[in-house]
């Protein structure tokens, strides 16, 4: 009889453990639906943050460089000073803070809470969109919205595998679909493969990539042809480069079902996120549905085209190239500066 007591004492506790959680979670969503607020200007960025793992070894991942006894030598020290160079560039995009920032090259959702609750960020209450990837570096992407503005109605962590390379992993893609000032939206945040082993030889991983995103982007189509849609992130390719123009169909002169390519005209003046081999290019871009194009009403462009932000702060003034993105590392030298790539953004205005 005893036993029997102890039994439903403890059924008892964990039913009205459970009721707690479920009501708190209904309340957290009741609260959210009934403080939205709209918003008449803001940015939407996005940020390739180089490395941004934490200091623990995650037996699952190749990170031991990434540690206090890796050899970087990475520390509590160098952490939070990634952390705080991650929310100066952000401040600095906008005073506010981004309305919605996409990331690439973070570890896990642990140093995503710590870059939003232990750094000033935490004033802008954002939630955090974040999926682990098979990347074998450990690396992933994720989405920050303020929650003040930003519902999340869908997400999605679209896997990017090859048929001919089964064995080869890399980053999902992250799709979020939200309402904003009362109209849906739809985003997707990317980190396309690199071109380490070479531009021709890695193509595929980038064209790959670029089928599975255009295949959820016309699912979208199919059913809101004007629909508005966002593509963002570090795409490994250029603006002009296949994966883009010919797959995604994203280009400077967009028709119905195609891509504005915000970060196209930039690209081609010499402008750049990214330096590499003496050359500027912008690896980082927006793009943009054409529903969104030419939209008049509700969330619009304020101008077409993508801003880079290139502070003197986050530049290296090299001896022959001048200004080039200052590194955290160079190998394993630590040069305590902010990424190797610069954050990109777009300005939004809200018309009635």
Known sequence: MLFANKIMKKILIYSMLFSLLACGQHSETETQNETMSTIDNYTIAFYNVENLFDTINDPNTSDDEFTPEGSKIWNTEKYYTKLKHIEEVLHEIDDELPLLVGLCEVENKEVLKDLTQDTPLKKANYGIVHYDSPDTR????????????????????????????????????????????GEELHFFVNHWSSRRKG???TEYK????ARVLRKKVNEILDKDIKAK???????N?????????????????????????????????GGGSHFYNGEWGMLDQM??????????????????????????????????????????????????????????????????
């Not at 008049?296 to 101008?303: A, F, K």
């Open 237 to 269: 390719d250029y603006p002009d480069n296949n994966s883009i123009t010919r797959v995604l169909k994203a280009s400077v002169q967009p028709v119905t079902g195609e891509f504005y390519n915000l970060a196209y005209k930039l690209d081609k003046k």
């Open 206 to 209: 980038r064209l790959q990539a």
């Open 287 to 352: 793009m943009v549905s054409n529903g969104w194009l030419s939209a008049r009403h509700g969330n619009v462009l304020r101008d077409k085209k993508v801003y880079v932000y290139k502070d003197e702060k986050v530049l290296f003034n090299h001896r022959e190239f001048g200004g080039i993105p200052n590194k955290t590392y160079s190998r394993d030298t630590y040069h305590g500066g902010y990424s190797d790539h610069l954050a990109i953004y777009v300005k939004m205005n809200r018309k009635s």
């Open 138 to 181: 450990g690396i992933d992407v994720a989405f920050l919205y303020k929650k003040k503005y930003f519902k999340v109605e869908e997400t999605e962590s679209l896997e990017v595998r090859f048929e001919e390379h089964p064995d080869v992993l890399t980053r999902d893609i992250l799709y979020v679909k939200g309402i904003l000032n």
């Open 229 to 235: 849609i966002l593509l963002m992130g570090d795409f």
């Open 199 to 201: 531009e021709k030889e």
